[in-house]
């Protein structure tokens, strides 16, 4: 069975830094790109980022870029986003999702609050 | 950006009534054209992919059809699990986008 598990969210300052991370199990992780989603409150989803198989290729959405990196380890089936920079309009939910062309598998998403 | 449009935002039906939820997109999209269910505290979940293709272990009644901008998720007999927020996706265009969102409420 595909899982896909967020931890490493929570309460942090504006300016303040996060490492989420994405722990996927049920299939060749190393086979998939991954993306990050979110939902901020009362709000849609929204595309953040996302990563090749081999972690060599990454794309933002431009609210993110430059403060956020995506990242993989291959080894640990863990895909991770270091949130730095923060705003308080980074808060939302972070949703880690295999790629199959379409979101296949989302994890549960995590919370992240932004706010003094 | 391609922006998805979803109408209506709420919708109140009843059990076994029939669902019909459209997603314009504000440019052609071909029929790649997506649509998830999401209910709070869970993961969304596919229901549909390129316009009409159902995904694993998704029931008939959820059926979709459309092509270019104009898409529609149809849902034959509303069942008490289907009442849930529904978000159509475009992945015709980089960045891929997300509808708004339609919530199905109970009337």
């Known amino acids: 069975e595909v899982q896909l598990v967020e931890s490493g969210g929570g309460l942090v300052q504006p300016g303040g830094s996060l490492r989420l991370s994405c722990a996927a199990s049920?299939?060749?992780?190393?086979?998939?790109?991954m993306h990050w989603v979110r939902q901020a409150p009362g709000k849609g989803l929204v595309w953040v980022s996302r990563?090749?198989?081999?972690?060599?290729?990454?794309s933002y959405a431009d609210s993110v870029k430059g403060r956020f990196t995506i990242s993989r380890d291959n080894a640990k089936n863990t895909l991770y986003l270091q949130m730095n920079s923060l705003r308080v309009e980074d808060t939302a939910v972070y949703y880690c999702?295999?790629?199959?062309?379409?979101?296949?598998?989302w994890g549960q998403g995590f919370l992240v609050t932004v706010s003094s | 950006e391609i922006v998805l449009t979803q109408s209506p935002a709420t919708l109140s039906l009843s059990p076994g009534e029939r669902a019909t939820l459209s997603c314009r997109a504000s440019?052609?999209?071909?029929?790649?054209l997506v649509w998830y269910q999401h209910k709070p505290g869970q993961a969304p979940r596919l229901l549909i992919y390129?316009?009409?293709n159902r995904a694993t272990g998704i029931p008939a009644r959820f059926s979709g059809s459309g092509s270019g901008t104009d898409f529609t998720l149809t849902i034959s007999s509303l069942e008490p699990e289907d009442f849930a927020l529904y978000y159509c996706?475009?992945?015709?265009?980089?960045?891929?986008?997300f509808g708004q969102g339609t919530r199905l409420e109970i009337k």
């Open positions: 999702a295999r790629d199959r062309a379409y979101f296949d598998h």
């Open positions: 049920g299939f060749t992780f190393s086979d998939y790109w």
């Open positions: 990563i090749n198989p081999d972690g060599s290729s990454t």
């Open positions: 440019q052609g999209v071909s029929s790649y």
């Open positions: 390129d316009s009409f």
């Open positions: 996706q475009q992945r015709s265009n980089w960045p891929i986008t």
